[in-house]
């Protein structure tokens, strides 16, 4: 098959022909008709996570993904071959991705793709929709909560925009260009800040008593603790532990995202009913894989999708 593999970190991604893997106990081999670019997958390229979780090389990139089943392992049950399926690779080690024509997953990173939903649409949310429904969930954002998104324009902040709006808050979101600020608009923003600027003291002029939610997916946590009230709530997706700020009374959450049929089912049905949505901003071939990864590294409003 072809994959886009590392085979040192910081190297350039290149088309590789490997083995066809086989599916283990437990496990689902999905024929891949589309990938998504994350930030995540920039993390493992440039070695930041190296000593924290084990890399094997040659090392396919690639965490979330939408295809075809292809085949099942032993114990396998609920899929069969040619069901439509999403999801997110889930393992301890990485090197086995879906930048490739196949990919095995465990079942419990894996959900059908409903029929309203094309398949390159549902490999758009996976990774990045279980960090934003997780975060959600975490912040038990309440209607008319004043909520702050740093980082609204990437493809977490821009789900949480719709999560909590569609919650009744007041989402105020960080943006800068025309561009940006009439797409956290769109998606139901009611207020914008520069991120480019000092944004705790634009938030503090536009909200004096402070925020009940601050979702931190960008930026310096300790500054974006300032705006929040004293019974708020801190949620990030950065902070490996809550410790890590002085956030006074306020309650701060540490996100580690978990990608399992049940929240994949929950975007699955969001996307679905239209209440969330993504856009896809730019289609690569697999074959191009490194412009898809360097595209996204100077910054998109949209998913970058890879089709094998």
Excluded at 14 to 34: F, N, Q, W, Y
Excluded at 88 to 116: Q, R, T
Excluded at 219 to 245: C, H
């Amino acid at each position: 098959m072809k994959a886009l593999v590392l085979n040192t970190f910081g190297s350039t991604a290149e088309l590789t022909d490997l083995e066809i893997p086989a599916p283990g106990k437990g496990e689902v081999r999905v024929r891949v008709h589309s990938a998504t670019v994350n930030g995540f997958d920039l993390a493992v390229a440039a070695g930041y996570l190296d000593g924290v979780l084990e890399h094997r090389f040659p090392l396919v990139l690639g965490k979330d993904f939408a295809g075809t089943v292809d085949a099942v392992g032993p114990g396998v049950t609920g899929y069969s071959a040619g069901d439509r399926a999403f999801g997110v690779v889930n393992k301890a080690h990485m090197g086995e991705g879906s930048f490739a024509e196949y990919v095995i997953v465990p079942v419990d990173g894996l959900a059908l793709i409903p029929d309203e939903i094309e398949t390159a649409q549902a490999a758009t949310f996976g990774l990045a929709g279980a960090a934003a429904m997780d975060s959600f969930d975490a912040a038990a954002v309440m209607p008319g909560d004043t909520v702050l998104i740093a980082g609204a324009t990437g493809g977490v902040g821009s789900l949480l925009v719709q999560l909590a709006s569609a919650a009744g808050a007041r989402v105020i979101a960080t943006a800068t260009t025309e561009q940006e600020i009439a797409h956290v608009t769109d998606l139901g923003a009611a207020e914008t800040v520069d991120y480019t600027a000092d944004v705790p003291a634009a938030v503090g002029q536009l909200h004096p008593g402070g925020v009940d939610v601050v979702f931190h997916l960008a930026g310096d946590p300790q500054a974006l603790a300032r705006v929040i009230k004293s019974n708020g709530r801190f949620v990030s997706t950065l902070l490996q532990s809550p410790d890590q700020i002085d956030a006074g009374t306020a309650t701060v959450t540490a996100v580690v995202a978990s990608s399992t049929t049940h929240t994949l089912d929950r975007l699955a049905r969001a996307h679905a009913d239209g209440s969330l949505r993504v856009t896809i901003d730019q289609v690569y071939p697999l074959d191009q894989g490194a412009d898809a990864l360097a595209h996204f590294g100077r910054g998109t409003l949209g998913k970058i999708l890879l089709t094998a």
